[in-house]
């Protein structure tokens, strides 16, 4: 694919975008306008400091990824050999991601001189690194994650159908809605015994009310690309760190529903451009702080927003 340089970005939709819309909008301006072009030499400087910033990861995050990765690393393990690798292999894949990226926040100046190459963990660039309690918690989740990626009814399932039943796995693409294009990205696609699509998804987090709508997309762009009906899928979301399963019923209904929200969520964003042919959006101070202003601290763009949290008194 060839790299078309464009003044603003091509307008898109995805669970996550629209979930940093909902959470804060200045954020929102941040990551997916003020931070576009900024890794040019001729980028101005907040612009460089917010592709920059937004680059960060946080370790728990960090965590989220690398389960995944290694939950895809057994997809195609059962997928070419029809068996799971097993739970040492899984953990210290794991383990060897998270003490790169440790090792890689010990040197900022590669990260500063490129951030796309080079990872920074968030404790490390605003303050002193991780504390003993954090990584505490990381090895909690860890060791509670994996076995339960080996354990989850998903595998369970697949292993009982045979390695070929896998369709997709981690593959990012996208459908088209509305004129706009629509990111897809499902952590795991099978059929089961009964030759439905099981459309699964790894989380590493709580339980949330929006995992189902995200099962939704998903299936929306599994009927748009392979023209699968919806009384041929389901869902499943795969709770990590309970163990917990929690399945998702798709319909022509619930299908329905997820367009029209897409939509909604479409309307709201465009509603808060200065024009929405070019993408070009307001100025910044149209993009309000979050509502929630506790959790500043912790997000990636808090220096660009420190000081006006300061002339609040509120960080």
């Not at 057994?74 to 690798?85: D, M, T, Y």
């Not at 990012?172 to 059929?191: C, E, H, W």
């Amino acid at each position: 694919m060839v790299f078309t340089r464009t003044e603003y970005p091509v307008f898109s939709w995805s669970s996550s975008r629209k979930g940093t819309f909902d959470e804060c909008r200045r954020k929102y301006y941040y990551n997916y306008y003020l931070a576009h072009n900024g890794w040019e030499d001729g980028a101005d400087e907040e612009a460089r400091l917010a592709y920059k910033l937004k680059k960060l990861t946080g370790i728990h995050l960090l965590l989220g990824s690398a389960v995944h990765e290694v939950a895809d690393y057994a997809a195609k393990i059962v997928k070419s050999e029809n068996r799971l690798p097993s739970e040492d292999t899984m953990i210290e894949k794991v383990r060897f991601l998270l003490n790169s990226a440790w090792k890689e926040s010990q040197q900022p100046d590669l990260w500063e001189q490129n951030p796309n190459r080079y990872l920074i963990l968030h404790s490390f660039y605003y303050g002193d690194g991780l504390s003993r309690d954090v990584v505490d918690k990381i090895k909690n989740k860890l060791y509670a994650a994996v076995p339960n990626i080996l354990k989850s009814k998903t595998f369970k399932e697949i292993l009982s159908c045979g390695g070929d039943s896998i369709k997709l796995h981690e593959s990012m693409d996208t459908f088209s809605l509305f004129d706009v294009d629509i990111y897809a990205v499902p952590d795991l696609v099978y059929k089961n015994s009964s030759g439905k699509w099981v459309v699964a998804d790894w989380k590493t987090g709580k339980e949330h009310d929006s995992h189902p709508s995200q099962i939704h997309v998903y299936c929306l762009y599994l009927a748009d690309k392979y023209g699968v009906a919806a009384e041929e899928m389901t869902g499943r979301v795969e709770y990590l760190l309970t163990g917990v399963t929690r399945e998702v019923e798709v319909t022509g209904d619930s299908l329905d529903t997820a367009v029209q929200e897409i939509k909604e969520s479409i309307e709201k964003m465009k509603k808060e451009l200065k024009d929405s042919e070019q993408n070009i959006p307001l100025a910044k101070e149209k993009y309000p702080l979050a509502r929630h202003r506790h959790f500043c601290r912790y997000c990636n763009f808090y220096q660009l927003c420190r000081e006006e949290l300061q002339e609040e008194n509120i960080i």
